[in-house]
T-cell receptor, first 116, second 110 residues
């Protein structure tokens, strides 16, 4: 079964450093998402991406965050200058296949970011 | 914020059916009912979705009331591996993001 893959599974970084989290969405999907989950809290939407541009973003997704699809397969989340409160599990997801009405969102297993 | 309401937690004996309720008091006509679960901080896992009719797949059954104001997810024979947080979410037919609430923590007990 096709799946969303994320790397790294766990990253520890120092406060103020830049971090890039990588995702390979399901190959024929057109819509891409990033979510985060702070330990013990609910899963929160960050951003959605379609046709090489951001289609929707939440209040959490401020100027320190950016997303990119650098090639035909990867989807990345960059955090420019990490803060302690950025420590969380980050989930990538994808959905939407051309020519069908199917739009179920499928999630990766997450990248756990620890900022120290 | 999430639009649905769910009980905070439920227990179920292993091998018995787990029935997880959800209220969709503000669901609109073009919104589907989606169910996901999250097993111990893993990525949310899609279970099932429906619009009006009851649905069944290899994982679960979904019962939606005629007025669509409530739904029930049924795991017919719960196992210990079904212990997870279960989320019901209203979502329209486009590729809009999912908005997660706090869900129901289901504990399957041996």
């Amino acid at each position: 079964e096709p799946e969303v893959t994320q790397t790294p599974s766990h990253q520890v970084t120092q406060m103020g450093q830049e971090v890039i989290l990588r995702c390979v969405p399901i190959s024929n999907h057109l819509y891409f998402y990033w979510y985060r989950q702070i330990l013990g809290q609910k899963v929160e939407f960050l951003v959605s991406f379609y046709n090489n541009e951001i289609s929707e973003k939440s209040e959490i997704f401020d100027d320190q965050f950016s997303v990119e699809r650098p090639d035909g397969s990867n989807f990345t989340l960059k955090i420019r200058s990490t803060k302690l409160e950025d420590s969380a599990m980050y989930f990538c997801a994808s959905s939407g296949t051309l020519g069908t009405t199917g739009n179920t969102i499928y999630f990766g297993e997450g990248s756990w970011l620890t900022v120290v | 914020d999430a639009k649905t309401t769910q009980p905070t937690s439920m227990d179920c004996a292993e091998g018995r059916a787990a029935n997880l309720p959800c209220n969709h008091s503000t669901i609109s006509g073009n919104e589907y009912v989606y169910w996901y679960r999250q097993i111990h901080s893993q990525g949310p896992q899609y279970i099932i979705h429906g619009l009006k009719n009851n649905e069944t797949n290899e994982m679960a059954s979904l019962i939606i009331t005629e007025d669509r104001k409530s739904s029930t997810l049924i795991l017919p024979h719960a196992t210990l591996r079904d212990t997870a947080v279960y989320y019901c979410i209203d979502r329209n037919s486009g590729n809009t993001p999912l908005v997660f609430g706090k869900g129901t923590r289901l504990s399957v007990i041996a």
